[in-house]
């Protein structure tokens, strides 16, 4: 747990450390295999399709759009609760589908995560990634659009 309260990765993480480092530049990026060009989230080592163990950080669009969504009520961890109920969307990447992340959607990067109607949210609605700075690591969270 961080001094926030909040669960949050570790940016330092071996595998997980360049999709930080591209947050904090305002990117999205995901693993990508060289030897099969599949990409993967979460990074892992090795590819699950071919074996490889070489990889790159592809940049991606940031759009996407909603495939699933839910809303927390208490009761939650401490830190969680006082925010509750609020959104918690699964986003389909445009460029690939198959690669889901988890996020909230929010009105602006600073926005809160309690500050949309959950009532307005439709599964496949298109929305696009923002960066929030919280802690050590600038979390992915989407707005409409």
């Not at 999205?28 to 990409?39: D, E, N, P, T, Y």
């Amino acid at each position: 747990m961080s001094e926030t309260g909040f669960l949050l990765p570790d940016p330092e993480d071996p595998d997980n450390a360049p999709f930080w480092a591209a947050t904090a530049r305002g990117e999205l990026r995901v693993q990508r295999c060289i030897g099969c060009g599949r990409r993967r989230m979460p990074p892992r080592p090795m590819c699950p399709g071919c074996r490889s163990l070489e990889h790159d950080w592809e940049k991606l669009s940031g759009r996407a759009t909603i495939w699933s969504f839910v809303v927390p009520h208490p009761p939650l961890l401490p830190a969680y609760a006082e925010l509750a109920p609020y959104n918690v969307i699964i986003v389909a990447l445009d460029e690939d589908p198959t690669i889901r992340l988890v996020g909230n959607l929010v009105a602006s990067a600073d926005g809160s995560i309690g500050e949309i109607d959950s009532e307005t949210i439709q599964i496949g609605e298109a929305v696009r990634v923002v960066f929030s700075p919280l802690g050590d690591v600038h979390l992915p969270r989407w707005v409409r659009g």
